[in-house]
């Protein structure tokens, strides 16, 4: 078999590639769709950035401010709550917005609309975006309960991943469960029940020492607790004075003065997209 010179196999690639483009022409769109699967989009995924680079960096936070403050508030508003010409921006998180969909967005701005795309450099479109994610009560209520809680993958361990919680337990469970975080352990304790890794205990040493956490496991010789300082601590109950199951939850009753409805609200919803 004759091996085609390299300026015929040239010829076929070029019209392999532009095949479908010529399809198109005619009205095949799924032609079209099918060069940009198979050449476009793979090169494209490849490219896109799927986490802010600048999230929570304070410095990048206040440049933010500045840059939208520019070029955005003119028609979101300085609040990022929105105008007759702009949509609500303030809670972009929270309805289950992420960042590698935001940055695009903003990049390209929308077809037949008021939104323009950016000429600026991605570093600003990014700062804009930990700004905005600032603002989104859902987020910032959330990232206060990460002293104690994980949610994807960062955060503290000594309460439960708030990662995944809304798949197993309906809302108004965790609303009463953010609002009397202690009903739910005492009424575990009465029932005989066991609070898998998370049981509040006080334990007291001979020698006088109180130490709080939450009990990791439990036998008849020693136990295992992860105290407040999220250090992970074993002692033999030999060397121990008292061991207490506590009722009292180590997270705080979020009452409305604490925690309004709203952004209870704002924080299932939250979680829920997660």
Not at 130 to 144: F, P, Q
Request: hydrophobic share 40%.
């Amino acid at each position: 078999m004759t091996t085609p010179s390299a300026p015929f196999r040239w010829l076929r690639v070029f019209f392999l590639m532009a095949q479908p483009l010529l399809l198109f022409q005619e009205g095949n769109t799924l032609a079209l769709t099918w060069f940009i699967v198979v050449f476009l989009a793979p090169a494209a995924a490849a490219q896109a950035p799927i986490t802010n680079p600048v999230a929570g960096d304070r410095d990048a936070i206040r440049a933010g401010s500045g840059v939208y403050a520019m070029r955005c508030a003119s028609c979101h508003g300085m609040d990022a709550k929105g105008t007759p010409a702009g949509s609500d921006l303030s809670a972009l998180w929270t309805a289950g917005g992420k960042d590698q969909t935001l940055f695009p967005s903003i990049r390209r701005g929308f077809p037949n609309t008021l939104k323009p795309h950016s000429f600026g450099p991605d570093k600003d479109i990014w700062a804009i975006l930990a700004y905005l994610r600032t603002l989104d009560s859902g987020t910032s209520t959330i990232e206060n309960r990460s002293v104690c809680h994980q949610v994807n993958g960062s955060g503290g361990r000594l309460g439960p991943d708030l990662s995944q919680p809304v798949s197993r337990r309906s809302r108004p469970v965790l609303a009463h469960k953010i609002r009397h975080a202690s009903s739910y352990i005492m009424s575990v304790n009465a029932g005989g029940f066991v609070i898998e890794s998370y049981q509040p205990v006080t334990l007291v040493t001979r020698a006088g020492q109180r130490i709080r956490g939450v009990k990791k496991n439990e036998d008849a010789f020693s136990v295992q607790i992860m105290d407040t300082q999220e250090r992970l601590q074993g002692y033999p109950k030999v060397n121990l004075r008292e061991l207490v199951n506590e009722e009292t939850s180590l997270m705080p009753d979020f009452g409305p003065d604490r925690l309004s409805d709203r952004d209870l609200d704002d924080l299932l919803a939250y979680l829920g997209s997660l």
